[in-house]
Nanobody, 126 residues
Framework: QVQLEESGGGLVQAGGSLRLSCTAS????????IAWFRQAPEKEREFVAG????????WYSDSVKGRFIISRDNGGNTMYLQMNKLEVEDTAIYYC???????????????????WGRGTQVIVSS
């Protein structure tokens, strides 16, 4: 099974940008859909952005649409989340995960994803 590791988090002022990375190891990069989720303190983990295996189809939560961009290094082992115009409400631990085989292509349910990384902390100050 693939192992995922997130990096790139940090402290940034509102309006700033960060780019998160998700690196896969253990086997070839997953040939399934991949996604980013986040979890703020005392809140449930929520979907942020997803992408199909080819990288052609992408979808976002309403709260980040127009500000965040999901992408992957085709042929490599890394997925990215470019976060622009960050808001205090974006403060959370960010996770990447792989869609379970056979689950709906554009699913946003956490239960439809596996191989979660440990997460990377993003803090946005006002």
């Amino acid at each position: 099974q693939v192992q995922l590791e997130e990096s790139g988090g940090g402290l940034v002022q509102a309006g700033g940008s960060l780019r998160l990375s998700c690196t896969a190891s253990g086997r070839n990069y997953p040939n399934e859909g991949i996604a980013w989720f986040r979890q703020a303190p005392e809140k449930e983990r929520e979907f942020v952005a997803g992408m199909n295996s080819s990288g052609v189809r992408k979808w976002y939560s309403d709260s980040v649409k127009g500000r965040f961009i999901i992408s992957r290094d085709n042929g490599g082992n890394t997925m990215y989340l470019q976060m622009n115009k960050l808001e205090v409400e974006d403060t959370a631990i960010y996770y990447c995960a792989v869609r379970r085989w056979g689950r709906p292509a554009t699913t946003r349910a956490t239960s439809d994803y596996i191989s979660w990384g440990r997460g990377t902390q993003v803090i946005v100050s006002s």
